[in-house]
């Protein structure tokens, strides 16, 4: 065995920076859950964990940092299936189920929550494209999509309507077989730099039935961004406002019926809640793993601070938390995949959740790394400030109450 | 070359805590993260890129073992390898048994190159391919750095990593490559290529049906943790560390 740890080091020392080798410091990001995942399942874990750790992780804070939108990383992602991971695979995508998906996405956010996110938009844009889209539409826009020489956005809230998102004012006007679509779109991730913006606007009366859906091209004259927004976190991502004055969308370009666009974005939006928990998952797994790692380390009054109780309880209950909202995660997905009218409910309470309770992880990291913890260089205050945004996103915490309580009484009646 | 065979071996992971089982008999592997030998992973890409570029028009995984093996051979399937041979057996397998295990499975499979990892991470042996070879009557070129072809002539050149520097062979086919670290840096599987390994076929045979007797030859007296590094000193003076070096640790 000495010779192992000798050769070990060696192939460490040797390829530090490369794939095969390369080491997630501290726990070997394995789940209590794995022993449940098919062969398929652990092999997609594998890539995606291969990926984490050699492209993801290592360059997380200087992204973070630079505010750099990793396009080339994001490209090679691409090139394994990452960005088209529930795409059909008669249009070259990987064919995946949603269950699938969520621990692809919470391996790679356990790298990287911020560019992770990302994927999980231009997912859920494209799933919303395969889905609905018409034979020609497919043909047009997966194919770049899927490959990430095209980047895509979702186009939902707007500067006055937000939690009311059925409120939404972007008005999408017909002149003979075209729209005009004038408005403008707030916290757009991608926004500026995406190929292809899935914009919902109102084509009818005022509720949620007037809405259709439209894909606006980048390049399209009146179409404008904002400044890139200075966020809390999610740095390595643009996020900015989009304005749309006077923009001709032919009506190829509409994806679905017209009035369907709400709806479509509502139905994006459960998968979009589960990937946004799973996003969670991944971070706070990163956290509890740093904190695990430092708490059998760090020595103060004589010993391990592992060794105290206080410290104990806490990374008890951060665990629970992982496993709890993980387990809530995958349910949920498994949910969707099967197309139970329970999904609704079921994304809802798991996004509300897992948002929730995974932050409170990063948090406990924090506290539990003391001083450290809120230094950069020891990842976990970056992990806090990517997942507080997850409590607000896809529908705030509170509207996923909202939903809770309205799925609820649906079911008494 | 019309056919690449590769060795692909199950081994405890390379991240993961090795720990010795309580009657010193071996290390703990029930519960422990497992995972295709690093080396036989870079066999593995080698093997591709032959494929790659058009050098080679088949690769086969081979492994041999407990039926978990199979998870490797997917493994180098979902890598791009076209198909897989398991021997299933619960036996411990020594070098030499496997060795003979595969110049059988290369007697049925007559390929032009047998790759294999230079060793495996677990044991460390660095025997297989040697014997391998020498049960085979091939030539034999370890601790490859680097792999060509010269197609027409039916002939390998490898380039190997030896102590004074650097060493090329030419070797007539078929011949035993094994791979060292800096051959290559393996690529990863994609999901469709992940799945797309699940239709692939695996061929199931025995050490019976081989008609070899993989009985272990070597018997393990004892496994021990190495011994804990102590606490360092600081030297006050020159003479004091060529003393404790000369003194305490006996190396000059």
Redesign the interface.
Same mark, same amino acid.
């Given at each position: 065995?000495?010779?192992?740890?000798v050769? %070990?080091g060696? %192939?460490r020392s $040797?390829?530090s920076n490369?794939?095969?080798?390369a080491? &997630?410091t501290g726990g070997?990001q &394995?789940s209590l859950w794995d022993q449940n995942l098919s062969?398929?399942q652990?092999?997609?874990q594998? &890539?995606a964990r291969?990926?984490a750790a050699k492209e993801l992780l290592p360059n997380a804070a200087k992204w973070d940092e630079e505010k750099h939108f990793p396009v080339d990383t994001l490209r090679q992602a691409a090139?394994? =299936?990452?960005a088209s991971?529930y795409i059909s695979?008669d249009i070259g995508g990987? =064919? %995946?189920t949603r269950s699938d998906a969520t621990i $692809?996405f919470e391996t790679l956010a356990y790298g990287d929550i911020s560019t992770t996110a990302y994927l999980t938009i231009h997912n859920m844009v494209s799933g919303c494209i395969d889905r609905y889209g018409t034979d020609a539409q497919r043909q047009r826009f997966l194919p770049q999509l899927i490959s990430l020489q095209a980047f895509s956005s979702y186009c939902l809230t707007e500067p006055g309507s937000g939690s009311d998102a059925a409120s939404l004012s972007t008005t999408a006007k017909r002149d003979g077989t075209d729209y005009i679509l004038t408005g403008s779109k707030a916290f757009i991730s991608g926004g500026g730099v995406s190929d292809l913006y899935l914009v919902m606007a109102r084509t009818g009366a005022p509720g949620p039935k007037g809405i259709s859906a439209f894909l606006v091209e980048k390049g399209s004259a009146g179409l404008s961004f904002g400044k890139q927004e200075a966020k809390m976190g999610w740095n390595a991502q643009p996020t900015c406002s989009v304005s749309l004055d006077g923009v001709r969308v032919p009506q190829e370009n509409r994806l679905g019926e017209e009035g369907q666009g709400f709806s479509i974005a509502m139905t994006a939006l459960d998968g979009g809640r589960i990937n946004i928990g799973t996003c969670s998952v991944g971070g706070a797994a990163f956290c509890l793993d740093r904190a695990l790692q430092y708490a059998s380390e760090r020595k103060q009054f004589g010993q391990a601070i592992s060794k105290f109780q206080a410290i104990q309880f806490k990374l008890a209950d951060m665990a629970t938390a992982v496993h709890a909202s993980r387990l809530m995660i995958r349910r949920a997905a498994e949910s969707l995949d099967a197309n139970a009218q329970s999904a609704t409910l079921e994304a809802a309470m798991a996004k509300r959740f897992a948002t929730d309770a995974c932050y409170g992880v990063a948090d406990d990291a924090v506290q539990v790394l003391g001083g450290y913890g809120y230094l950069k260089e020891y990842g976990v205050e970056r992990v806090m400030r990517d997942l507080r945004v997850h409590k607000i996103l896809e529908g705030t915490n509170q509207i996923m109450n909202v939903i809770i309580a309205r799925e609820l009484s649906r079911r008494q009646h | 070359m019309k056919r690449v065979l590769v060795a692909v071996k199950r081994v405890i992971d390379y991240n993961a805590r090795i720990r010795v089982k309580a009657d010193k008999s071996g290390v703990e592997t029930s519960n422990v993260k497992m995972s295709m030998n690093p080396f036989c992973e870079i066999a593995v890409e080698e093997a591709l890129r032959l494929k790659g570029n058009k050098l080679a028009e088949e690769v086969v995984a081979v492994s041999l073992g407990p039926k978990a093996c199979q998870d490797q051979i997917r493994t180098a399937m979902a890598m791009g390898a076209d198909r897989g041979i398991h021997v299933l057996t619960d036996t411990e397998l020594q070098p030499l048994a496997v060795a003979k295990l595969l110049a059988k499975i290369a007697e049925r499979e007559s390929p032009d190159m047998f790759l294999l990892g230079k060793q495996a991470i677990d044991d460390d042996c660095n025997q297989t391919g040697q014997m391998l070879a020498a049960l085979l009557s091939w030539p034999q070129a370890t601790f490859a750095s680097k792999v060509e072809l010269e197609a027409g002539e039916r002939k390998a050149v490898v380039t190997r990593e030896v102590d004074g520097g650097l060493e090329t062979l030419r070797l007539r086919l078929p011949a035993v490559v094994t791979t060292d670290l800096r051959l290559n840096e393996p690529r990863y599987a994609t999901l469709p290529n992940i799945m797309k390994a699940k239709k692939k076929p695996i061929d199931q045979l025995t050490p019976e049906e081989l008609g070899v007797d993989v009985a272990p030859r070597l018997q393990t007296v004892k496994v021990e943790e190495p011994p804990k590094r102590k606490g360092g000193i600081i030297v006050h003076s020159v003479e004091e560390l060529v003393d404790k070096l000369r003194n305490e640790a006996k190396v000059l």
């Open positions: 065995m000495l010779h192992r740890s050769v %070990l060696v %192939l $040797i390829r490369t794939r095969s080798f080491t &997630t070997a &394995t062969e398929d652990l092999e997609f594998r &890539t291969e990926f090139e394994l =299936g990452f991971v695979e990987s =064919g %995946l $692809i | -």
